[in-house]
């Protein structure tokens, strides 16, 4: 059994729905990844299924990556600062990710504002409470942004921006 950080995990989780595969798949391409840019030898005998098509990442890729994940964040802001739409019934269910997308806004700003002293995690969770944000919508916001390099935790002390 291998230890996998949570937030590594979830972003390995988002990116598999997102490819239409297994985590598993992905952790699997990636250790193959690592093993191959180091001259080791794998065997590429599946255990089980259809055999996985090779991918070789490169930073290119990762960048690319990143910037997709980047203006998914974009647009989801744009949605939830849209008008609701004409269809939608009044007193009728918001569209789906609204909460996260309005999360994901309210976190920024609550981080934006701290500045670059940044805030601990109880100030951060006082702060979230505070704009009557969920503990589980506000670490879905968190691993969207982490995940994109708009914010980041240094031991346990949040900020804006990449390290």
């Not at 972003?11 to 598999?16: D, E, F, G, H, I």
Request: aromatic share 4%; with cysteine.
């Amino acid at each position: 059994m291998v230890y996998v950080p949570p937030e590594l995990h979830r972003a390995m989780r988002r990116l598999a729905i997102d490819d239409d595969r297994s985590a598993s798949d992905l952790y699997a391409d990636a250790a193959r990844s690592f093993l191959l840019a180091r001259d080791v030898n794998v065997d590429e005998r599946p255990t089980h299924g259809a055999p996985t098509p090779k991918r070789h990442g490169t930073m290119a890729d990762l960048a690319a990556a990143v910037d997709r994940l980047g203006s998914r964040i974009e647009e989801a802001l744009v949605r939830v600062e849209a008008p609701a739409p004409e269809t939608r019934e009044a007193g009728g269910p918001a569209p789906a990710g609204t909460t996260a997308a309005a999360a994901v806004e309210a976190l920024l700003g609550i981080l934006r504002e701290a500045g670059s002293a940044g805030l601990t995690a109880t100030e951060l969770r006082a702060a979230i409470h505070a704009a009557g944000i969920r503990s589980g919508t506000a670490e879905v916001a968190k691993a969207v942004l982490r995940a994109a390099g708009v914010v980041r935790c240094e031991g346990r002390r949040w900020y804006v921006g990449s390290s």
